[in-house]
């Protein structure tokens, strides 16, 4: 199983030659086809390296990290100078210093998951300074509490796919429903089925409007609207005018199930700023028809209407707006908790919503208890490296940035996730050492000062399931260990040996004990509850079991049947259109209701005078986050070994490039060399630049270098999305757009680094 898919794999002499995707798949991910050629490829980390400056100047702040050498030792060398390191720091500053930087992505396994791994060591010697929230719904993890109680019922108890197909008359999907980015899910997938549910919604007479600056946002026929990238706020306001100004609007259920409406209505219609949101005033602000927006909105109200916030809205600034604004707005058509209507976040974000969750706990690696309370924004990494004893706000707390002095990485690749990889290069300069543990030489794994050689999931056993999927499947090994590499979990064993906490640890029990042990305990909760599973060896037999989960599902069904009883955990109980917990934080950059906050990147504001392209940074289709780039599905993509950059035919000829075409992509903040894809699926002055490609400097000593590889994150701003969620904004950004004439560099991020043997004794 893996994040993308479930399949079988063919191995030949220690490398994965092919995979066939599970039968029960309606629609597999190509993203498969990066699997074979990857336990072997020359970006592997084959043994345990260090960093020859840290090795040979000792800890401390250095600007050499990403253009440096590396010495090859031992594990054991490596257990005595990691464990050296760790004792030094908590000894010294405590364990606040150390940051426990690592994110999610790593395997879909239960078991050899990265960041449960190294949370748990680092909890075993008192803990660490954590992240919260995440790259991808840093904004709607903070502000959907406020609105509805928790954030994570709308991607685990959405609206069935299967409810939709059947019940929903009119989708009106803001951002589109991306099927690229149903290929993953978080603890693995089993099945695609988003594809073949928008098939069936159509083929009953059911309607779509994707409403979106990319036409392939949206798969199969819909309508589609344009806006200006940006603007989806205000063309939400405006078709929430015309429902107010035409009585389209159902009061009496927003007078039973919601909270504040009437203070944000007065905003609405200007009455507390003087800015009425009509269907002029938005047509202004995102270039579309105002009479479009008028008719769209009198037929939602006609129509049992489903309407789907993309993830992608809430990675801006002021992203908490969209899916604040979105749910307001079904909230005004009174259709939410009903078959077929009300509201959706994340629809063709993942592999998730839409979903039937299991209605029992998974196996879980205890994690432990962190003692240490510090804690930052999972996008706030740059500011605090960078900025020890600086105040930020964070939900309403005035809080501040540690002094980090270590940070302990595994899984997770920050130079894809990040913005602005100049100023996260600077960021880490700063602490005294780095640790990564990576199977492959990522552009993280290059700026580590010690290097712990990864497994793949590919070369080890676990289980792997996720909320939203009935399979509970055997991951097992396929290949053996790459050359020198090891579990984490071995290393990690290694560490509290020396450390004095190997009994808290391991609790007396190797990787494959340690599998069956999570299996066996989740089998016994079940066996309490009436649930039977097979014993652990018929299980990893048969290779996977069939969980219970619950379909049919109607977000916030059970709330409308009845409001008291199932009252949503804000403090009114209600849908919370105007919340008196946020407007009392007193934040400028978000008040106390849905509200338009005119962006900096945006084609109407004056620093598009000098950057005068809009690029939208989206999910790749071709594979998850950075992961696997040099796989074939990854690399067939590419344009003369770049990322490819899609812009429009009058975009394109107005600075005289073509299809095949490497173009430089810059502005103030960086630069990066792309291939020219032209496609008039776009609105003119917008481009499209995937996530992901490995992180490539030409001039590996320059935070500011041009990455020739083509990584969007050279680009992007560093800022948080406001003062409540500090959420990454890294969506959108204003770029300008040469030919590139010059002779090619040559696309080095897969290269390992240079290795020179220790000196001295």
């Keep these: 199983m893996a994040h993308w898919g479930m399949y079988r794999a063919t191995a030949v002499d220690g490398e994965v030659t092919a995979v066939d995707p599970y039968s029960g798949d309606a629609h597999p991910s190509p993203v498969l086809g990066n699997v074979p050629g990857s336990v072997r490829h020359r970006s592997r980390v084959a043994g345990p390296a260090v960093r020859r400056g840290w090795l040979e100047d000792g800890p401390g702040p250095t600007d050499r990290r990403g253009n440096d050498q590396y010495v090859p030792v031992s594990h054991d060398e490596l257990t005595e100078l990691l464990a050296g390191e760790l004792r030094r720091v908590i000894d010294r500053y405590g364990n606040e210093a150390i940051y426990g930087g690592s994110y999610g992505w790593a395997s879909a ?51 069935s796919w299967d409810v939709i197909a059947r019940a929903t008359d009119l989708l009106v999907a803001f951002g589109g429903v991306p099927v690229k980015n149903t290929s993953v899910n978080h603890g693995g997938t089993s099945n695609h089925p988003t594809q073949s549910a928008l098939d069936a919604l159509r083929a009953r007479g059911g309607k779509i409007v994707t409403i979106s600056p990319l036409r392939n946002d949206m798969h199969g026929a819909a309508t589609w609207l344009a806006p200006i990238p940006g603007s989806d706020v205000a063309v939400m306001l405006g078709l929430a005018y015309v429902l107010v100004d035409e009585n389209l609007h159902d009061r009496a259920f927003l007078d039973k199930y919601t909270e504040g409406y009437d203070v944000f209505e007065r905003y609405l ?142 899984g997770g690749n920050p130079f894809h996730h990040h913005q602005d990889l100049g100023r996260l290069r600077r960021a880490f300069g700063r602490p005294d050492t780095i640790v990564v543990h990576d199977p492959y030489w990522t552009p993280m794994a290059k700026h580590a000062d010690i290097v712990v050689p990864s497994t793949t999931s590919l070369e080890r056993n676990d289980i792997s399931c996720t909320r939203n999927d009935p399979l509970l499947v055997a991951m ?133 005078e000098k950057f005068p392209l809009h690029l939208i940074a989206n999910q790749p289709r071709t594979r998850l986050h950075s992961q696997l780039d040099h796989g074939a599905t990854s690399q067939a993509s590419k344009v003369r070994g770049r990322e490819p950059i899609r812009l429009h035919s009058v975009a394109a000829a107005a600075r005289g490039v073509a299809d095949g075409d490497v173009v430089t992509v810059f502005n103030d903040r960086g630069a990066c060399l792309a291939g020219v894809v032209v496609d008039d699926g776009m609105l003119e002055n917008v481009v499209q630049l995937s996530t992901g490609a490995w992180y490539d400097p030409l001039d590996p000593s320059d935070p500011g270098s041009l990455c020739k590889h083509g990584n969007p994150n050279v680009l992007t701003p560093d800022v948080g999305a406001s003062s409540l969620s500090q959420g990454c904004t890294g969506q959108h950004v204003l770029v300008q757009i040469e030919r590139y004439d010059g002779e090619l560099p040559p696309i080095t991020a897969f290269d390992p680094p240079h290795f020179v043997e220790r000196k001295g004794p």
């Design 476 to 608: 097992q090994q396929a290949v053996p260990r790459y050359a020198d590499s090891r579990d984490d979990y071995d290393t990690f064993a290694a560490l509290a040996d020396k450390l004095g906490v190997a009994d808290t640890f391991t609790e007396g029990r190797d990787s494959g004990e340690w599998v069956e042990h999570l299996y066996d305990q989740w089998r016994g909760y079940l066996k309490t509850a009436g649930v039977h599973t097979p014993a652990f060896e018929d299980f990893w037999i048969a290779g996977s079991v069939r969980m219970a989960t619950e379909d049919d599902l109607t977000f916030l069904a059970d709330y409308r049947e009845d409001p008291v009883r199932n009252a949503l955990r804000t403090p009114s109980g209600r849908i919370e259109i105007f919340s008196e917990v946020v407007d009392g934080f007193g934040y400028e950059d978000c008040v106390g209701h849905p509200a338009w906050f005119e962006p900096v990147e945006w084609l109407s504001g004056e620093r598009a």
């Design 269 to 410: 219609l200007g009455r507390s700023d003087g800015v009425p949101k009509t269907p002029a005033w938005a047509a202004e602000k995102s270039g579309l028809e105002a009479q479009d927006i008028v008719e769209l909105a009198r037929t939602m109200a006609s129509r049992r209407t489903l309407i789907t916030v993309t993830w992608s809205l809430q990675r801006v600034k002021s992203g908490e707006q969209a899916p604040w604004m979105g749910i307001t707005l079904a909230s005004m058509l009174g259709q939410i908790g009903v078959p077929g209507g009300g509201f959706g976040h994340g629809y063709g974000s993942m592999n998730e919503p839409g979903l039937g969750p299991v209605p029992y706990p998974l196996p879980t690696l205890p994690q432990g208890l962190n003692p240490v309370t510090t804690h930052i924004p999972v996008a706030a990494i740059a500011d605090m490296l960078l900025g020890p004893g600086t105040e930020f706000d964070y939900n309403g707390n005035r809080m501040v940035y540690p002094d980090i002095k270590l940070v302990h990485w595994a």
């Design 109 to 159: 396994g239960r078991f050899h998951h990265a960041q449960s791994q190294v949370h748990r060591f680092l909890n075993c010697l008192g803990g660490y300074t954590r992240s919260v929230n995440s790259y991808s719904t840093g904004a709607t993890g903070v502000i959907m509490p406020h609105v509805v109680g928790a954030h994570w019922k709308m991607f685990s108890r959405s609206t």
